[in-house]
């Protein structure tokens, strides 16, 4: 397990309690060709999420989810609609948010700690103060032996342990994460997301996470967003009514639990059944 850290200064107490939006995506259409055809990956969303707040978006494969995540990130601009970052319309990449990929986008020719220094240093940290933030993260991740290791010497959950420290070193305010666990064992994903959910904890970035696995989307969320079979649109938007802190580890056995998520896979399944028959 990770140890335990000190919060972070980025999202101060003060500023959790007070009500805000951290991302609005409004009535926001995204199309792009394919095969030489326009295709409509989403149409008319909508969708906020509040200033240190936990979201999942699930969804059949294909509806659009990782098209929020480059919208959101500056990396995609929509055809139709409005996506803003606390306020302000998104026109570019920010340093304000962080996207955590599916797969490890680790340099191989680095060491873990070169890897999760070098954000740091583009924001203008020096050698020292990056090099040591570093060592403190991978620290909390539980990755002080591997500190000089190369990516190659890595295990698949240790690898995405120095991605997830690299990405929160530098304590964005808001954090994509696009499916990070999908590649790793069962045993291992288990213990990533509890781990994750600590990290997260330290100072409570707003994050979007998209996911397949619908156990994962509620024991790691305050709401999951539904949507539906492509195009992707918003259609269902559920609270999920676990206290936290949570060890996932006995909270899939929790009656709120699986009620949450009964009713989410009830709306899901018709979604999914519409991917397979399109």
Same mark, same amino acid.
């Given at each position: ?6 919060p972070?200064s980025a ?6 309690d007070?009500p805000?939006?951290?991302i609005e995506?409004?009535?926001?259409t995204?199309q792009?060709m394919?095969?030489g055809?326009?295709f ?6 909508n969708?906020?999420v509040n ?5 999942s978006?699930v969804g /059949?494969?294909?509806?659009g989810k990782?098209t ?5 990130? !500056?990396?995609a601009?929509p055809e139709a609609g409005?996506?803003k970052t ?5 026109s570019g990449?920010?340093?304000d948010? !962080?996207?955590i ?9 680095r ?7 070098l /954000?740091?240093r583009y924001?203008g940290?020096s050698?020292k ?6 060592r ?8 002080t032996k591997?500190a000089?290791?190369?990516p190659?010497?890595?295990?698949g959950g240790?690898?995405k342990?120095?991605a997830?420290?690299?990405t929160?070193a530098y304590? /964005?305010?808001?954090?994509l994460?696009d499916?990070?666990?999908s ?6 994903r ?7 959910l ?6 409570? /970035? ?5 996911t397949?696995?619908l156990?994962e ?8 967003v539904?949507m539906?079979?492509?195009?992707g649109?918003v259609?269902g938007?559920?609270?999920?009514p676990?206290?936290r802190?949570?060890d ?7 009656q709120?639990?699986?009620?949450t998520h009964?009713?989410?896979?009830s709306q899901l399944?018709?979604?999914v059944?519409?991917a397979?028959v399109?």
């Amino acid at each position: 397990m990770i140890p335990p850290a000190q919060p972070a200064s980025a999202a101060s107490s003060s500023d959790l309690d007070e009500p805000g939006l951290a991302i609005e995506i409004s009535s926001v259409t995204r199309q792009f060709m394919r095969n030489g055809e326009p295709f409509t990956a989403i149409r008319d969303v909508n969708l906020e999420v509040n200033l240190g707040e936990f979201l999942s978006v699930v969804g /059949p494969s294909g509806c659009g989810k990782s098209t929020l995540l480059n919208l959101v990130a !500056g990396l995609a601009v929509p055809e139709a609609g409005v996506v803003k970052t606390f306020g302000k319309k998104v026109s570019g990449v920010s340093r304000d948010v !962080g996207f955590i990929f599916q797969r490890d986008a680790l340099l191989p020719w680095r060491t873990a700690v070169q890897n999760v220094a070098l /954000p740091l240093r583009y924001r203008g940290k020096s050698r020292k103060e990056a090099d040591n933030t570093a060592r403190e993260w991978l620290d909390r991740v539980g990755l002080t032996k591997f500190a000089d290791s190369y990516p190659s010497q890595l295990s698949g959950g240790m690898r995405k342990r120095v991605a997830i420290a690299a990405t929160l070193a530098y304590q /964005p305010s808001i954090i994509l994460m696009d499916e990070p666990f999908s590649a790793l064992d069962v045993q291992t994903r288990m213990i990533m997301e509890d781990d994750l959910l600590n990290l997260w904890a330290t100072y409570r /970035p707003a994050v979007l996470f998209i996911t397949h696995d619908l156990e994962e989307a509620v024991g790691l969320s305050d709401r999951v967003v539904v949507m539906s079979a492509s195009p992707g649109r918003v259609i269902g938007d559920h609270q999920v009514p676990l206290e936290r802190p949570r060890d996932l580890l006995d909270v899939r056995f929790e009656q709120k639990f699986t009620e949450t998520h009964e009713q989410i896979w009830s709306q899901l399944r018709t979604e999914v059944e519409q991917a397979r028959v399109n």
